[in-house]
């Protein structure tokens, strides 16, 4: 295959075997083989199959000084995305202006296809941008509200929303009614009141945070949404931690306005993402960044974003073929796995705090764990002193503990180390004296 068909493949038009195989003939041999394996395999014995995702693992390019298992900061790409990317990124520099304008953004649409395909969601509803920062502000700042106008929101969103929100009301005089969720909260209907109690007639918008970030539970957004969509309002969900993490389509979330980033758990390159409008509301947000038509309905008003690195852009089509390919509910399967098999152990250890809920509705493959009489940089500073585990601190609100994410290439041996460290920590009189 030459060069530019390679550029426009990788973008979304060949099969994903295909495409692996024009960027790897051996790996996709093996992969092929890996998964045949798996063929007529339940979901739990599969997400057990050490095997598979230990070849799973041999396709990233893990650290051996390092056990990662902060992978809700950010995830690492498959080598055979970083190729990808790699490739992209050296034809770029052969001419920049003209391999990135005029060859390599001819694969924008084949890449909407894909991404709208996994989104469950019209091509024409997704923007490609660079992170769900990016997205939701776009849509936080492009919302016609006006002053006394209401927002619900929950003080376990991520912070760059919160602090547009907070933006808004400093300048626009909207009013922010900001909610507690107890973590965990293992009830639909208790989490669904909590916001309904907070909604009132000037209600216009229920912003909802689908996977918290500081503790890994999941909120129940479509029944959220069905409540605020019949009290009149609009609902934005920041999918930043659960896309491509659990398996579900955008409408499963009941939002009118959805965004996520890409480089975390498709694994897709640093600094891609994805923002989603619902068609018909399009033309009511105005663009964040200039625009020739910022009022329009055509979602790509949205994407005059200026130069930006279409190479890491055009390798997303990649990610999404790696993470099809494993298959969203296997991948599911395996975080859950992942995360049960430490999590399980951990909360039975004297002193253990866990914050997530074990109920596989209410989490996946992120979890937050402390000890009393310890603070949270404690716990992460002698994790990673002793047994070189990076996880992060998370002090936020009542949370004071680590949260622990693994990932696809997470192997059980990691995990028997973190349980280690996790239960030498909890026979300890408390934290070792500086
Ligand atoms: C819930 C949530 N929303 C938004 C973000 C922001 O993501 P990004 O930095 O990629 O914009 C994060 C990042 O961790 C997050 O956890």
């Not at 979304?12 to 890996?34: H, P, R, V, Y």
């Not at 922010?176 to 969720?181: E, S």
């Not at 389509?249 to 890409?262: C, N, P, Q, R, V």
């Not at 619902?278 to 105005?286: A, L, Y």
Request: glycine share 6%.
């Amino acid at each position: 295959m030459n060069r530019r068909n390679f550029l426009l493949a990788s973008a979304g038009t060949l099969s994903a075997m295909d495409l692996f195989s024009a960027i790897d003939k051996n790996f996709a041999l093996q992969l092929e083989k890996q998964l045949n394996k798996l063929e007529n395999m339940s979901l739990n014995s599969s997400a057990e199959n050490e095997d598979f995702w230990g070849w799973i693992r041999e396709s990233y390019t893990t650290s051996p000084n390092l056990i990662n298992l902060n992978n809700a900061g950010v995830c690492p790409q498959p080598k055979i995305v970083q190729d990808a990317h790699l490739r992209n990124y050296q034809l770029c520099n052969e001419g920049p202006s003209y391999y990135m304008w005029r060859i390599l953004d001819q694969g924008r649409e084949a890449l909407r296809a894909k991404l709208a395909d996994l989104a469950g969601v019209l091509p024409e509803e997704i923007a490609i941008n660079r992170n769900s920062t990016e997205g939701l502000n776009s849509i936080i700042f492009g919302l016609n509200l006006k002053e006394g106008d209401e927002v619900v929101l929950s003080k376990f969103d991520y912070p760059n929303m919160k602090n547009a929100w907070l933006q808004r009301e400093k300048r626009d005089k909207i009013k922010l009614v900001w909610i507690d969720i107890p973590q965990p909260t293992e009830d639909d209907a208790t989490i669904v009141k909590l916001y309904e109690n907070a909604i009132t007639s000037r209600t216009k918008i229920v912003h909802i945070t689908h996977l918290i970030n500081w503790t890994g539970n999941i909120v129940p957004s479509k029944a959220i949404a069905d409540m605020a969509h019949k009290k009149g309002c609009e609902v934005i969900v920041d999918g930043a931690q659960s896309f491509a993490h659990f398996d579900f389509k955008i409408e499963d979330t009941g939002a009118d306005y959805f965004a996520t980033s890409l480089h975390k758990w498709l694994c897709a390159p640093f600094g891609s993402g994805l923002m989603y409008i619902k068609k018909e509301k399009i033309k009511n947000v105005w663009a964040l960044l200039s625009s020739s038509e910022p009022d329009s309905g055509d979602i790509k008003k949205f994407e005059s974003l200026g130069t930006r690195s279409f190479a890491a852009e055009m390798a997303i089509g990649t990610a999404i073929d790696f993470h099809n390919i494993i298959g969203g509910k296997r991948k599911e399967a395996r975080l859950r796995y992942l995360k049960d098999s430490w999590a399980t152990r951990a909360a039975k250890l004297p002193k253990a705090i866990l914050s997530t809920s074990l109920k596989p509705q209410y989490s996946c493959g992120i979890a937050n764990i402390g000890f009393e009489g310890w603070q949270a940089q404690q716990i992460e500073g002698r994790l990673f002193d002793k047994h070189k585990i990076h996880t992060v601190s998370i002090i936020h609100e009542k949370v004071n503990g680590i949260r622990i994410t693994p990932n696809v290439y997470t192997n059980q041996q990691e995990i028997e180390t973190l349980v280690k460290g996790l239960s030498e920590i909890s026979k300890m009189d408390g934290p070792p004296a500086k």
